[in-house]
């Protein structure tokens, strides 16, 4: 577990600089409401040095060809890879239900979150379905395998009647076949015998060998379960909340153990974390406090996590009464009461108009005219909807739960990737200014002013309530969510002033790198320190190690 955090910490926590509140969220906009795609680029794999000069590699790892082998994070074979709807197969449409951790499954519930949320998925590659993109692969492979020849075995016409054999023959061949003793054996020409993972080249070898010329919806399926993988690769279920109950800042603040963060608590914030700092370097970083966290034992109520945050409409025919915490779930869709979810109710499921409806369009030749969009929302919903102004996607606000819709695109693809998460840290990335994952001294004196953001109704204190995780709810071009969703959210920061290269004797003095010089730090005289600490704050910065000129 503490290597998991280990990994989401640092993958999350770096990169972004500047303040913009997660709660301060975009006024509500009319539909639709669009956002960018997120584009991923490719990062070069190879083994060269700098010098040009190739490193010494390790023995090859066995050839990986089934596609549960090469994609381990998504679910590649389920059944309901057998269930595609005619929308999925002919509009490029999925449907899917999110169960938030806040649902409060009740049939007189007025509350919008009352039942899961039913989304509709609309996903186009160059303006058509995404499914047409693997129909024209399968046209463009079967179009250049050369139909295989069913071989003929020769039947020799034996005329003459049978005799004895002629003595002459059978010498001469006995003396031609050994009048060479010294001569080599014959030596295989052909190369030998390698594992592909080209569907192509899988293919040919395959009507190769059955003889039989390769059907069009044949191609698909081996494609589907032997060598590509299906054009809907599901996030694996332990990605859905294996952080959701993580919130070690609010562990921290919150002293009485009370599930609020009042205000007194509030103003102790800072020296509540500057405990955390182990090392003593007056910088506290994340897994400082994280540590310090889980040190406190505290019992965290993971029972709403156990039920699945995302569902497939061809999930709930395998879900029946006999499950009963994960049944309530879902018994609204339960029309006739008997204990399951019926093919007839799926359909319903099918048809219905959707409660957010989803348009998501892919452009390979142009990643930055990709774009998804949230094209509508039931009234019954009472959803909230605005482009996010702290990630890159669209913000959608259902009875205080917030989802987060995003899109990402990393190269051409014929697959869709969906995922689901329920983020976990509420306040971690939104406190820390530059994202990235340490508490300076100078970060920690905006700490108060920061937290006061989360205060919703203004009562001084922050409640659990008020400190949710939002939902991220991901779709990629080819196989891209696992590693967005695994790492934190980065938070789209305001645009800060660029970084200031300080003199070298400054960079000397500054044992910690957080571009502060503190007294400690700085070697001088009381004297000499007054006269960099322009500003009187207590720290010599960068600007003004600078600006700084001898008398």
């Not at 142009?366 to 919903?381: E, F, G, H, P, Q």
Request: charged residues 25%; contains cysteine.
């Amino acid at each position: 577990m503490i290597g998991i955090f280990r990994i989401c910490i640092a993958a999350a926590l770096a990169g972004s600089t500047g303040f913009t509140s997660e709660l301060t969220a975009s006024e509500p906009q009319a539909l639709p409401v669009s956002a960018s795609v997120k584009f991923l680029s490719n990062a070069r794999t190879d083994s060269m040095t700098s010098d040009g000069e190739v490193m010494m590699a390790a023995a090859a790892p066995p050839v990986v060809t089934l596609p549960g082998e090469r994609l381990p994070q998504y679910q590649t074979r389920y059944q309901r890879r057998e269930f595609l709807s005619n929308q999925e197969n002919d509009q490029g449409e999925i449907r899917f239900l999110l169960c938030p951790p806040t649902m409060t499954p009740a049939a007189e519930d007025p509350h919008p979150l009352a039942t899961p949320i039913l989304v509709r998925a609309k996903i186009m590659i160059d303006d058509a379905p995404f499914t047409a993109t693997r129909r024209e692969k399968v046209a463009s492979i079967l179009s250049s395998i050369v139909s295989p020849a069913k071989p003929e075995i020769p039947v020799e016409a034996n005329d003459e009647p049978s005799g004895p054999p002629d003595d002459s023959e059978t010498t001469n061949e006995s003396e031609s076949e050994t009048e060479d003793p010294a001569a080599e054996p014959p030596v295989a020409v052909s190369a030998p015998y390698q594992l592909t993972t080209e569907s192509g080249e899988w293919l040919r070898r395959y009507a190769e060998a059955t003889g039989e010329p390769v059907a069009a919806d044949e191609a698909a399926w081996l494609m589907n379960h032997w060598t590509d993988g299906p054009t809907l690769l599901l996030l694996q279920p332990y990605f859905q909340s294996f952080r959701a109950n993580e919130r070690p800042v609010f562990q921290i603040l919150d002293r009485d153990r009370d599930g609020r963060v009042s205000a007194a608590e509030q103003n102790e914030a800072v020296s509540a974390l500057q405990k955390c700092d182990a090392n003593r370097n007056d910088i506290v970083e994340a897994l400082e406090i994280a540590a310090a966290a889980r040190s406190l034992g505290d019992d965290v109520d993971g029972s709403a996590y156990q039920r699945p945050l995302l569902l497939l409409l061809a999930d709930l025919l395998q879900i029946s009464r006999d499950d009963a915490s994960l049944f309530i779930t879902i018994a609204a869709f339960d029309v006739d009461q008997n204990g399951r979810i019926d093919d007839s109710e799926i359909s319903t499921l099918e048809n219905r108009s959707p409660d957010i409806d989803l348009l998501v369009e892919y452009v390979t030749a142009n990643a930055s005219k990709s774009k998804l969009s949230i094209v509508a929302t039931s009234a019954d919903l009472q959803a909230t909807v605005a482009a996010s102004s702290t990630s890159d996607g669209v913000d959608v606000n259902v009875g205080g739960t917030a989802i987060q819709f995003s899109a990402l695109q990393n190269s051409q693809s014929d697959q869709i990737s969906l995922g689901a998460v329920v983020d976990g840290y509420p306040l971690l990335p939104m406190l820390d200014p530059n994202s990235d994952g340490r508490f300076t001294i100078r970060e920690l004196r905006e700490l108060e002013q920061r937290l006061t953001q989360f205060d919703q109704d203004g009562d001084g204190a922050l409640s659990l309530q008020e400190t949710q995780s939002p939902i991220r709810v991901c779709l990629g071009l080819g196989p891209t969510v696992h590693g967005e969703l695994a790492g934190l959210r980065r938070v789209k920061q305001a645009d800060s002033a660029p970084s200031i290269a300080p003199p070298d004797w400054f960079v000397r003095m500054d044992r910690n790198g957080d571009n502060d010089l503190t007294r400690d730090e700085f070697p001088g005289l009381d004297e000499q320190f007054s006269d960099l600490d322009a500003d009187a704050d207590g720290l010599i910065s960068a600007v003004e190690a600078l600006q700084f000129k001898t008398p």
